[in-house]
């Protein structure tokens, strides 16, 4: 019972020692110049591994909508769509081309599909802010 109770205090001084040295930047998505305020944006941050890291519904007021973040430095990609129906997905007319206005971080854009991973990797070493264009 003994060795239980100190592989847990190990366990519990290990994860406070993973956290205490990490850094973490405030990262503001923005959205401007929405066509319309219906629906909410539908916002997937992925790690420079292609993982995903973070999923957000962000309310849209005024045309315009944005979102505050906490990422830990390094390569993210971030991509979103404006959800006007509120069906919590990507509407594609009868040739799979999307109905919605959707992006890509850096604006990348891909031809015949969605841009290659790496034209949309942002390096986040400090705290900063991501302009979005959804077309």
């Known amino acids: 019972m003994q060795s239980i109770g100190t ?26 110049n929405l066509q319309t305020n219906n629906g909410s944006i539908m916002l997937l941050v992925q790690n420079d591994f292609e993982k995903e890291v973070l999923k957000l519904v962000i ?28 069906n919590k ?4 007319n009868f040739f799979g081309a999307p109905t919605e206005v959707y992006g890509f971080s850096n604006n990348a854009r891909g031809f015949f599909g969605k841009p290659a991973y790496a034209e949309t990797l942002v390096k986040i070493d400090s705290s900063q802010t991501i302009k979005f264009k959804l077309e």
């Open 59 to 86: 309310p849209i007021e005024n045309r315009a909508a944005s979102a505050t973040l906490k990422l830990q430095a390094g390569g993210y990609g971030f991509s979103a769509y404006q959800d006007e129906n509120s």
């Open 7 to 32: 592989f847990l205090v190990l366990l519990f001084l290990l994860l406070g020692q993973t956290t205490q040295g990490q850094v973490w930047n405030v990262v503001t998505i923005q959205f401007e």
């Open 89 to 92: 997905k990507l509407d594609l």
